[in-house]
T-cell receptor, first 110, second 116 residues
Framework: ELKVEQNPLFLSMQEGKNYTIYCNYSTTSDRLYWYRQDPGKSLESLFVLLSNGAVKQEGRLMASLDTKARLSTLHITAAVHDLSATYFC??????????FGAGTILRVKS | DAGVIQSPRHEVTEMGQEVTLRCKPISGHDYLFWYRQTMMRGLELLIYFNNNVPIDDSGMPEDRFSAKMPNASFSTLKIQPSEPRDSAVYFC??????????????FGPGTRLTVL
């Protein structure tokens, strides 16, 4: 059974600090997506990682993919309050089907 | 583009009643997905369509749930009869299988269903 595991599931951090969210998966895939969800809102696509070694950056967020290790990371640099949200990774398992992790709830405290 | 459109945004109903959720995908997208999100189970894929044809309905919890896509611009998810445990947020998403090599899914705003 495919497993997509995110950790931590909950992250409380101070503004200005750095941290990394990890996404491990148990099947072969070379495509991975990161989404953001604000409370009571829908999921918004953040990053699309298409191959081994892919790295994407947007503002204070940087995502990377290591398909050999079956691992993706979402790195947060100098966190600000506006980054508070739930972050999901999703693994493309073929047939346009995505399997989502449980999500990481991020709270940035000022 | 208007994005994925879902209606209603909120639905409150009583146990035993029929509920119909509606979705309009992004124009030109050929994949449509129905998800359910709860605190306990997270985000679950219920069913998805390609070119209006159901491809995988293994996530549909019970026979009480059914989904249709009569044309490329409209899909419904029906629950009959509804039960309190069906209370959740239901998301519709669409993607383009033609924009290879990736198949980014775009989500609608969701329908918050409460079954009393």
């Amino acid at each position: 059974e495919l497993k997509v595991e995110q950790n931590p599931l909950f992250l409380s951090m101070q503004e200005g600090k750095n941290y990394t969210i990890y996404c491990n998966y148990s099947t072969t895939s070379d495509r991975l997506y990161w989404y953001r969800q604000d409370p009571g809102k829908s999921l918004e696509s953040l990053f699309v990682l298409l191959s081994n070694g892919a790295v994407k950056q947007e503002g204070r967020l940087m995502a990377s993919l290591d398909t050999k290790a079956r691992l993706s990371t979402l790195h947060i640099t100098a966190a600000v309050h506006d980054l508070s949200a739930t972050y999901f990774c999703a693994v493309d398992i073929g047939g346009n089907k995505l399997v989502f992790g449980a999500g990481t709830i991020l709270r940035v405290k000022s | 583009d208007a994005g994925v459109i879902q209606s209603p945004r909120h639905e409150v109903t009583e146990m035993g009643q029929e509920v119909t959720l509606r979705c309009k995908p992004i124009s030109g997208h050929d994949y449509l997905f129905w998800y359910r999100q709860t605190m306990m189970r997270g985000l679950e894929l219920l069913i998805y369509f390609n070119n209006n044809v159901p491809i995988d309905d293994s996530g549909m919890p019970e026979d009480r749930f059914s989904a249709k896509m009569p044309n490329a611009s409209f899909s419904t998810l029906k629950i009959q009869p509804s039960e309190p445990r069906d209370s959740a947020v239901y998301f519709c998403a669409s993607s383009s299988g033609r924009r290879l090599p990736y198949n980014e899914q775009f989500f609608g705003p969701g329908t918050r269903l409460t079954v009393l």
